[in-house]
């Protein structure tokens, strides 16, 4: 073999890797992107199930005092009129009046128990969405990724649908960079 048919076929061979190893780097980022974007979704997704459940978990245990005081209420209704006949005893109804029956201060601090978790549960999911968004953000910014995936047409979903859910509190708060106390009475 001669020394030019040499020098060619190691600039092919060198080409040939150069090409190769490009293409295992696009694939890399192709595989990096695609593996990230699945991840936000289903963290957006994990978040809209916690979300849920907090909230059915609180509307459903907040039911309970209600459903205590009619059960106390129907109990009581049922054990005076057993014992003294469907008008019942005058001074029973006067002592349940003057001594009302009390609801278990247990139940209100149980559900703001489940506010408490349910908050701190949703802040986290919340903060690990983001991370994951950072992360991909960095991934498709920073070079020479964000050639390979630029070309490759990533980001192919939209970032904004993984913005934090955030009250209008906070977003009046930022919006004009002031915030008040928090009035925990009432208007």
């Given at each position: ?47 809209q199930s916690n979300y849920a459940n907090f909230f059915n978990k609180l509307k459903e245990v907040s039911q309970v005092p209600s459903m205590y005081t009619n059960d106390l209420e129907k109990l009581y209704k049922t054990a005076i009129s057993g ?105």
């Open positions: 073999m001669s020394l030019s048919s040499k020098i060619l076929l190691g600039v092919a061979i060198g080409v040939l890797v150069l090409v190769m190893g490009a293409g295992c780097d696009a694939c890399a980022v192709h595989n990096d992107c695609v593996s990230q974007e699945n991840g936000l979704d289903e963290q957006y997704n994990a978040n014992r003294y006949g469907e008008g019942g005893s005058k001074a029973v109804f006067q002592f349940i009046q003057e001594k009302n029956p009390t609801i278990d201060s247990s139940m209100y601090t149980k559900i703001q128990q489940i506010i408490e978790a349910g908050h701190n549960s949703f802040d986290a999911d919340q903060r690990t969405l983001l991370d994951k968004r950072r992360i991909y953000k960095n991934t498709i910014q920073s070079f020479p990724g964000s050639m390979m995936a630029s070309m490759m047409g990533f980001p192919k979903v939209d970032l904004k649908k993984y913005d934090p859910v955030i009250n209008s509190e906070t977003e009046a708060a930022f919006a004009t960079k002031k915030a008040g106390p928090i009035n925990l009475t009432g208007p």
